[in-house]
């Protein structure tokens, strides 16, 4: 196969702002986890599949199988309206309040 290029699971993209690795990066409506530290308009990989825990809305309720949207500041969302990108599945119950979130990230 001479167009193949990669399985897709990583994947590289201009970081759009100081990204730290474990970070929620999002270019256009791609989202995925940061693989390691880069500068704002420096080349990242991202991880764009698999289990994460992740920022999330502290003042939600996540149930099991909800949809997940990313939403300013990096931080994750169960409100899907607006711009906000979707970026998974929440895998485990999440309580309001609480600060993170166990998400399988859906490329």
Same mark, same amino acid.
């Given at each position: 196969m001479?167009?193949?290029?990669?399985?897709?699971?990583?994947?590289?993209?201009?970081?759009?702002?100081?990204?730290k690795?474990?970070?929620?990066?999002?270019? /256009? *409506?791609? &989202?995925?986890?940061?693989?390691?530290? !880069?500068?704002?308009? @420096?080349?990242?990989?991202?991880? %764009?599949?698999? +289990?994460?825990?992740?920022?999330?809305?502290?003042?939600?309720?996540?149930?099991?199988?909800?949809?997940?949207?990313?939403?300013?500041?990096?931080?994750?969302?169960?409100? /899907? *309206?607006? &711009?906000?990108?979707?970026?998974?599945? !929440?895998?485990?119950? @999440?309580?309001?309040?609480?600060? %993170?979130?166990? +998400?399988?990230?859906?490329?």
């Amino acid at each position: 196969m001479e167009n193949y290029i990669s399985t897709g699971d990583i994947v590289t993209v201009t970081a759009p702002g100081a990204t730290k690795s474990g970070d929620i990066v999002t270019v /256009g *409506s791609l &989202s995925g986890i940061a693989c390691a530290d !880069a500068d704002s308009g @420096a080349d990242v990989e991202i991880k %764009t599949s698999g +289990v994460f825990t992740v920022k999330k809305t502290s003042a939600q309720a996540w149930t099991q199988g909800a949809k997940i949207y990313v939403s300013s500041g990096s931080a994750t969302t169960a409100d /899907g *309206s607006g &711009s906000n990108p979707f970026i998974g599945y !929440a895998l485990a119950i @999440a309580a309001n309040p609480s600060a %993170t979130g166990i +998400v399988r990230l859906s490329a």
